[in-house]
């Protein structure tokens, strides 16, 4: 495995993102929606980087076979929170293809959200098949398989502090 983020770096890009969204939200008692199951280290560390009124809730999304995303989308678990006229925080791991955030985007603007932007820790920007629009990003990276700090290979290395590439 070869590191390509180090847990310190990783540490130090989330505690900036947190300080921007306390400034810029900070009379406004957001609603954070984590994208299950990569985004729950990233938005759980996100968390306590914030020191503003905050609510959370989770979406599950299905979109990947083995490395590549699939280009289907489906929700396999849905929001308890009603969003309509709040502003929301759509927290995701990774942002590669676009195809499904666009899909996730299209279906909370549904719901009637007050504002809705997208903050992903990682940006795989040569990637990009359908243009999203991202307001907090952590880290762009080149097109590779990551895993580590919540993401995923067949449901393994999750658990990693790092964010590494895997070996073939």
Known sequence: MNILIKDDDIKKKVAQIGRLINAEYKDRNPVLIGVLKGAFMFLADLLREIDIPVEVDFLSIHSYNGTESSGVVRITHDLSLNIEDRDVILVEDIID???????????????????????SLLNKEERRVV?????YVGFTIPGLFVVGYGLDFDNRYRNLKYIGVLDD
Not at 108 to 117: A, M, Q, Y
Not at 131 to 135: A, C, G, R, S
């Open 131 to 135: 243009e999203v629009p991202l307001k």
């Open 97 to 119: 293809t676009g195809r499904t955030v666009k899909y996730i985007l299209d279906n909370l603007h549904t719901r009637k959200p007050r504002s809705i932007v997208v903050c």
